[in-house]
Nanobody, 115 residues
């Protein structure tokens, strides 16, 4: 059974920074994609950033240059460093693991950007 445990959300002022972490436990295959999605009220969940087991990275256009995704394969953990946060980044952020055709999701962590 795969579990994803997220941490690092919170309230931050515009221009501030936060770092999200997601640790995966259970049976993790050698080939996978881990990433972060977000969902704001009244909007669909969308990709923020993703990283493969070999380090290929993909970002949503809205976060390029501000967010950085990284991973630690030994710990099965992925991080999302968020800098230059804007009010429009406010959302629930969900960790995702895509492995062997199956999507696993974390419980979500709230990120609120407000003065």
């Amino acid at each position: 059974q795969v579990q994803l445990v997220e941490s690092g959300g919170g309230l931050v002022q515009p221009g501030g920074s936060l770092r999200l972490s997601c640790a995966a436990s259970g049976i993790i295959y050698s080939i996978y994609v881990m990433g972060w999605y977000r969902q704001a009220p009244g909007k669909q969940r969308g990709l923020v950033a993703a990283i493969t087991n070999v380090g290929f990275k993909n970002y949503a256009d809205s976060v390029k240059g501000r967010f950085t995704i990284s991973g630690d394969n030994a710990k099965n953990t992925v991080y999302l460093q968020m800098n230059g946060l804007k009010p429009e980044d406010t959302a629930v952020y969900y960790c995702n693991l895509h492995m062997d055709g199956v999507d696993y999701w974390g419980q979500g962590t709230q990120v609120t950007v407000s003065s």
